[in-house]
């Protein structure tokens, strides 16, 4: 079964910047045919929603809010999804979850997932 635990979560202000880390354990969802990583993002009383992913091309896609802000990237020898966040803003603040699936048309359709980090910006 395949395992994914975030890390790196915090609290930071307005405009700077973290990185999560999530670490897969086990078998890689590439390796189980998973054609997508992606970052999913929770708030208070809304749905998780995607935030952006990459395919097994290499190929990323980033929600409009996040564009030029935020960037995934993998390292297949480490087993690990990164994603780099930047200039963040107060409306960024949320749960983030890292999950694998299968790459569709207009996004990535998860089948695992991690437990989740937490990301707090303040003004």
């Known amino acids: 079964q395949v395992q994914l635990q975030e890390s790196g979560g915090g609290s930071v202000q307005a405009g700077g910047s973290l990185r999560l880390t999530c670490t897969v354990s086990?078998?890689?969802?590439?390796?189980?045919?998973?054609?997508?990583l992606g970052w999913f993002r929770q708030v208070p009383g809304k749905k998780r929603e995607q935030v952006i992913f990459?395919?097994?091309?290499?190929?990323?896609s980033a929600s409009g809010s996040v564009k030029g802000r935020f960037t995934i990237s993998r390292d297949s020898a480490k087993n690990t999804l990164s994603l780099q966040l930047t200039s963040l803003e107060v409306e960024d603040t949320g749960t983030y979850y890292c999950?694998?699936?299968?790459?569709?048309?207009?996004?990535?359709?998860?089948?695992?997932w991690g437990q989740g980090s937490r990301v707090t910006v303040s003004s």
């Open positions: 999950a694998g699936g299968v790459r569709a048309d207009d996004g990535c359709v998860p089948h695992y």
């Open positions: 086990g078998t890689s969802g590439y390796r189980f045919g998973t054609t997508c």
């Open positions: 990459i395919d097994s091309s290499g190929s990323t």
